[in-house]
């Protein structure tokens, strides 16, 4: 039984929006790239668990905290019995081990993922003890990229290797499991421990004034789009998309990337650029939102959100 699926961390949507309208600075570049990777990854493994049929509970995305030091965890699967840990790295490509090290084939080390394991496998059996929960641990890496290879490993490292995930999946099916309510009180406690950080944190400094406004098209993400009839085109690879659809994915994005800034018709025709018409916009900002305020201080908020001031 899943407890906790598996949802898009917060950041790599902001950072997709942000991508698309700014020019993001080195680092955050890469965490994106690294973010969009791992998300492909661990929907992939999600997908594959859903299969899973024996009684057993399974988390994903937690972030939890112990002695003070934050550690996040892929996929939990707490069986009668045991717990399952498995961190998921969506690597491609051709690596290798030398003195327990990792490096790619052009030489250039990157973090011992066995090592990130072991530590976040220590700290969630210390969470365990705080919890005065006894199950024993067994912590995975798993590689699920097709195209992932790794040469000089060790066999008894606790990794599953793209080639490796079917056994494991059977191994996970073969565990006899029968949960109950003191499993399912060890979930809904680690479900309540998981901490949701802020995702605007971890983003580069942007304004306003810097982005790029326009519309972006939903399959290439290009901001070349033109308004023809009531369709909204792209330039770049010929996707058509009905205005109201357009403009609502726009303001959503206005949303995310500005969430202090108040929804206008005025602003939201400046973020739309090729909307010439303030009339299908107010048309679908009231269709979508609640209006506040009168004339020229009017402004729009979520609909759920009409209660609260
Ligand atoms: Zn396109």
């Given at each position: 039984m899943v407890i906790k699926p598996y949802q898009e961390p917060p950041l790599l949507e902001l950072l997709r929006c942000l991508n698309q309208r700014f020019e993001l600075p080195n680092d955050e570049r890469q965490q994106y790239i690294n973010l969009e990777k791992g998300q492909q990854g661990e929907q992939k493994f999600s997908e594959l668990l859903e299969n899973l049929t024996n009684d057993c509970l399974i988390l994903h995305g937690l972030l939890l905290k112990c002695n003070n030091t934050l550690f996040q965890i892929d996929t939990l699967h707490i069986f009668e019995n045991m717990i399952y840990l498995v961190d998921v790295k969506y690597y491609e490509g051709d690596y290798y081990v030398n003195s327990g090290n990792w490096y790619t084939l052009s030489k250039k080390e990157i973090h011992n993922p066995v090592l990130q394991l072991n530590r976040c496998v220590s700290l969630f059996r210390r969470l365990l003890q705080k919890y005065g929960a006894n199950l024993p641990v067994e912590g995975y890496v798993l590689f699920n990229h097709p195209e992932f290879t790794l040469y000089h490993a060790d066999p008894e490292l606790p990794i599953i290797l793209p080639n490796q995930i079917n056994r494991f999946m059977k191994q996970l099916h073969g565990i006899p499991s029968k949960t109950n309510d003191q499993h399912m009180r060890l979930a809904q406690k680690l479900l309540s421990d998981h901490k949701d950080e802020s995702p605007y944190t971890h983003l580069p400094e942007y304004s306003y004034e810097q982005v790029?406004?326009?519309?972006?098209?939903?399959?290439?993400?290009?901001?070349?789009?033109?308004?023809?009839?009531?369709?909204?085109?792209?330039?770049?690879?010929?996707?058509?998309?009905?205005?109201?659809?357009?403009?609502?994915?726009?303001?959503?994005?206005?949303?995310?990337?500005?969430?202090?800034?108040?929804?206008?018709?005025?602003?939201?025709?400046?973020?739309?650029?090729?909307?010439?018409?303030?009339?299908?916009?107010?048309?679908?900002?009231?269709?979508?939102?609640?209006?506040?305020?009168?004339?020229?201080?009017?402004?729009?908020?979520?609909?759920?959100?009409?209660?609260?001031?």
């Open positions: 790029k406004k326009g519309i972006v098209c939903a399959s290439c993400h290009s901001l070349s789009t033109s308004l023809i009839g009531s369709r909204v085109i792209c330039n770049g690879c010929g996707r058509e998309e009905k205005v109201d659809n357009a403009i609502l994915r726009s303001i959503k994005e206005f949303m995310l990337l500005f969430p202090d800034r108040k929804i206008t018709t005025n602003t939201i025709q400046e973020w739309c650029r090729v909307i010439k018409s303030r009339n299908t916009i107010r048309r679908i900002l009231g269709k979508h939102f609640t209006i506040k305020g009168h004339g020229n201080y009017a402004y729009y908020v979520n609909s759920d959100q009409r209660d609260d001031e």
